[in-house]
């Protein structure tokens, strides 16, 4: 079957070549005989059935019982497969609602199908069956002549019986090209239908595909121009064929094809009159111009394919100017003796010949070079280390030797090519990379590149230690980048963006940050800040403390001796200008003197200062003290007696403490035994003091026991008891006679025991009398009786 060239759009997925049903309604159903008449019974579907309604792509599969291809080998890249060879009286069909464009009052429809059925030699209408058909939807009418049945039997014209199963008749790729003219407008529902046998025990299935392109239904009209015959070709499917001159005067012969020599005028019109077989058609004449052209085939030069690909050199990749009324053909040597049918394998760079020509002589032959693609000449050179804060570009094509035309690159992380590589014009980390090289027919190689990138070089600052007014830092020095990488070359800057050098760094005046930029010997980089801080000197102000007043102390660590000084100043205190002999008591001064003050703030910066303690002469107190009296007296601690001795003092105070905060209520007048305190103030302010112990006695008593017992282990001797009698003078006792039985001056024989002349006395009660020298040394006499009991 000769390619054509479109003359009519094709209405969309009509030739499946969307590899599916779109715009394709999918029927199933059962067949039964109404008498005896085949009834078909078919409802739309939603989807196809599975392994009843089956687009076919692959073009190497081959039917099992007619061993021709599933896909016809003039049609497209795709077929439809209508049942299968199960049994059980299945029905399977398709449909396509067209509209045959307006602007064309001729038109023609070719469709190709192949047929597999079961023939059982059972009565025609309960026979498996292919039905193709044409509706006129406006009549809701079949067209006769686009219309046909092919009923399972071995009389039908091109069947065949399989090798496979006696059984099974089949019929190859046959191409039915049908006349439309005159429908232009309308709307025609093209059916195609399979059918098992009506008793449902054979099977039958089939095959169809639309051709996409439309053109005459007479080919080879148009004619090498140094032709000297024309040879026509008519549509397949027809039992006879007559061609004849425009006005019918001449018949040029019978057949699908002839050959007219001589050849007619350029321009002139054939008529072709078609009968077809019984029952398939309707007679009809159709016309062709006769054109004579030059011809000269135009062919891809060159193409690369994968290794082992499978290419069709007839297709229209390759074969650029295919032209209506032209056969291909291929061939593997330029003396056109191996001829290529079907696909070729690649294993090898080869030229190949490709030959056009029509049935009138016409022909061209152009060759054509395929190669395999190879990557093995293509290899990629490791990109230059580079620093850490750069990146590297693996895309950029100076890294690639060899030739990259139509080659595409695609970049990743693994060697299996499964993980993309996000940013391969900006890689920042060191590992191996993978390259995928791809040509047009995805032909794929993976080559590797390794990128370096160079660690941060290490750098660690140490700030340097803060400095006080007016001194400098230098921040060169090494001890400042101790634990860095060796051979650093350092600058150093003022600001981050580092734009402005410091012009002496070995001589910073001003706290601050700055910055240092590290260069390595591989000559990368590595910016840090470094932090200079120079102290401002503390501002110390000292107020001296006021005059003490000897032996007290002075506290110089007083913080209100130094308002109005730097806050937050450490303070230390010294007894020599050179700050050497530390003070270590400075809350206890006893002596008077300059002294020094050191006082630092937390940057280590200090300043030093004098503060001077005085002591003024405290006066000294002499206290005398006064003579005891009795508890019915007064001590009048403000006598003049008292102080006799001390210095000249103009304020005197009397104190129950020694704290000297309980003034004496009335110090003219104490009469309670105690220590009191008297301090004493001069003209300077200073105040001594001194404790004072008061005397106060209970009056003079001679005390003696109303009863005694002489006899008694207790109270068995009878003598006074003194109170506030320094001396005794005489104790004597009395009988009721009056009669002295008892005298005595010192009671050092203890007292009386109640005998008078070694005689114990009776009881009874007696007198006694006692006299003596209290304790001011005036005279003291008592009396009493007593009661001897025996």
Same mark, same amino acid.
């Given at each position: ?18 590899? *599916? ?85 001729? =038109? ?10 079961? /023939? ?10 292919? #039905? ?10 079949? #067209? ?24 099974? %008749? ?32 054979? =099977? ?19 004619? !090498? ?51 077809? &077989? ?39 990749? &390759? ?15 330029? /003396?056109?003796?191996?001829? %290529? *049918?079907?696909?070729?394998?690649? @294993? ?17 032959? @152009? ?35 060899? /030739? ?30 993978? #390259?995928?090289?791809? *040509? ?26 803060? @400095? ?39 001589? %910073? ?39 003490? !007043? ?20 450490? &303070?230390?205190?010294?007894? /020599? ?52 009296? =009795? ?97 005794? %003078?005489? =104790? ?59």
């Amino acid at each position: 079957m000769p390619s054509k060239l479109c003359a009519q759009s094709s209405p969309e997925n009509i030739g499946f070549e969307n590899g *599916n049903f779109q715009n394709w309604k999918i029927y199933a159903g059962t067949i039964a005989i109404e008498n005896n008449q085949n009834v078909v019974t078919m409802n739309e579907v939603p989807k196809p059935i599975s392994g009843r309604h089956t687009i076919i792509s692959n073009k190497k599969l081959v039917d099992p019982y007619g061993g021709f291809p599933l896909i016809a080998p003039s049609g497209g890249n795709y077929s439809v497969k209508l049942g299968n060879n199960v049994t059980g009286a299945q029905i399977d069909g398709i449909s396509y609602l067209m509209t045959v464009p307006a602007d064309r009052p001729e =038109f023609t429809l070719t469709y190709q199908y192949a047929v597999v059925l079961e /023939d059982p030699d059972h009565e025609p209408f309960e026979q498996p069956r292919f #039905i193709a058909r044409i509706k006129d939807v406006e009549k809701n009418e079949y #067209i006769p002549c686009a219309s046909f049945e092919y009923v399972a039997t071995s009389s039908l014209p091109g069947f065949k019986k399989s090798a496979v199963y006696e059984s099974v %008749i089949y019929k190859d790729w046959s191409p039915v090209t049908i006349n439309l003219s005159g429908y232009q407008g309308k709307q025609l529902l093209i059916e195609f239908i399979s059918t098992d046998c009506s008793r449902g025990q054979h =099977f039958g299935y089939a095959y169809v595909d639309i051709n996409n392109v439309y053109g005459d239904l007479v080919t080879g009209n148009n004619y !090498c121009a140094s032709a000297d015959a024309v040879n026509v070709s008519g549509p397949s499917g027809y039992q006879t064929y007559n061609w004849y001159s425009a006005d019918r005067s001449i018949k040029y012969g019978s057949g699908q094809s002839v050959s007219i020599k001589p050849k007619p005028a350029d321009g002139s019109r054939i008529l072709l009159d078609l009968v077809p &077989y019984a029952g398939f058609g309707c007679p009809s004449t159709v016309s062709t111009t006769i054109h004579g052209i030059d011809y000269e085939l135009k062919v891809l030069k060159k193409d690369v394919v994968c290794k082992g690909a499978e290419i069709d050199l007839l297709e229209p990749k &390759y074969i650029l100017n295919k032209s209506e009324g032209f056969s291909y053909q291929a061939f593997e040597d330029k /003396d056109l003796t191996k001829q %290529i *049918n079907g696909l070729v394998k690649i @294993v090898a760079d080869k030229t190949f010949y490709i030959k056009g020509s029509n049935n009138t002589g016409c022909e061209s032959v @152009v060759p054509i070079d395929i190669s395999m693609f190879n990557a093995a000449n293509i290899s990629a050179k490791n990109p230059e280390t580079v620093c850490y804060s750069e990146s590297v570009d693996i895309t950029n094509t100076a890294l690639y030797t060899g /030739d990259l035309a139509g080659i595409t690159r695609s970049y990743f992380v693994n060697e299996a090519a499964t993980q993309v590589l996000t940013d391969p014009q900006h890689i920042d980390k060191t590992g191996r990379y993978f #390259i995928k090289l791809s *040509n047009e027919m995805g032909c794929n190689k993976i080559i590797s590149i390794d990128v370096t990138i160079k660690d941060k070089p290490v750098l660690k600052i140490t700030n340097p230690k803060p @400095v006080c007014i007016p001194a400098k830092v230098d921040i060169t020095t090494a001890d400042h980048f101790l634990g860095s990488e060796a051979g650093f070359t350092y600058r150093f800057y003022k600001d981050k963006e580092m734009n402005t050098p410091l012009t002496d760094p070995m001589h %910073i005046d001003q706290s601050g940050t700055y910055y240092v930029k590290a260069t390595n010997a591989s000559g990368c980089s590595v910016n840090d800040k470094i932090e200079v801080l120079i102290n401002h000197l503390p501002v110390l102000n000292i107020k001296n403390p006021e005059t003490a !007043c000897y032996p007290d102390q002075v506290d110089i660590s007083n913080p209100a001796l130094y308002t109005g000084s730097t806050d937050h100043l450490n &303070y230390s205190f010294f007894y /020599d200008e050179a700050l050497t002999k530390k003070i270590t008591s400075p809350k206890a001064i006893s002596k008077a003197g300059t002294y020094f003050v050191k006082a630092e703030n937390d940057g280590g910066c200090f300043t030093m200062g004098k503060i001077q303690v005085n002591f003024n002469i405290a006066p000294i107190i002499v206290l005398h003290k006064p003579k005891a009296v =009795f508890d019915n007296g007064f001590i009048d601690l403000t006598s003049s007696e008292i102080t006799k001795g001390s210095s000249a003092f103009v304020k005197a105070g009397y104190f129950e403490d020694a704290y000297l905060k309980r003034p004496v209520a009335d110090p003219a007048k104490v009469n309670r035994a105690g220590v009191y305190y008297i301090s004493i103030q001069n003209e300077s302010g200073c105040i001594a003091s001194a404790p004072i112990e008061v005397d106060i006695l209970p009056q003079p008593k001679i005390v003696v026991p109303t009863a005694f017992t002489p006899q008694k282990d207790t109270n068995n001797r009878l003598y006074p008891f003194l109170v506030s009698i320094q001396k005794l %003078i005489s =104790f004597k006792v009395y009988n009721k006679w009056g009669i002295l039985v008892y005298q005595s001056e010192t009671l050092a024989n203890g007292g009386w025991d109640g005998q008078f002349k070694s005689q114990m006395q009776p009881l009874e009660t007696f007198s006694w009398f006692a006299e003596g020298i209290d304790t001011f040394g005036g005279k003291f006499q008592s009396k009493g009786k007593t009661i001897l009991i025996l």
